[in-house]
Nanobody, 113 residues
Framework: QVQLVESGGGLVQAGGSLRLSCAAS???????MGWYRQAPGNQRELVAT???????GYADSVRGRFTISRDNAKNMVYLQMNGLKPEDTAIYYC????????WGQGTQVTVSS
């Protein structure tokens, strides 16, 4: 079972940027991976995906502001977040798009207005 560890969150003002990282304990090169987020009182939502061939997809709420990428040699997935808004405040997780691994602890992103 692959273990996932997210990092890179923090407190940032609206309009700022953060880069999240997801480290996998073993190869995820064949997996379609995604970044998810969960705000208090809300369900977890998928915000960005990257398939093993590099194709990406984004939720409407983040398209044009967030960029997902991966480094298969390092078993890493990244999320570059620009133009952050207060509504982006959430705990961010990475995982497969389907057939989830165990969820990591996530990384908190807080955007102040």
């Amino acid at each position: 079972q692959v273990q996932l560890v997210e990092s890179g969150g923090g407190l940032v003002q609206a309009g700022g940027s953060l880069r999240l990282s997801c480290a996998a304990s073993s190869s995820i090169s064949r997996d379609a991976m995604g970044w998810y987020r969960q705000a208090p009182g809300n369900q977890r939502e998928l915000v960005a995906t990257i398939h093993r061939g590099g194709n990406t997809g984004y939720a409407d709420s983040v398209r044009g502001r967030f960029t997902i990428s991966r480094d298969n040699a390092k078993n890493m997935v990244y999320l570059q977040m620009n133009g952050l808004k207060p509504e982006d405040t959430a705990i961010y997780y990475c995982n497969r798009v389907s057939g989830y691994y165990n969820w990591g602890q996530g990384t908190q992103v807080t955007v102040s207005s």
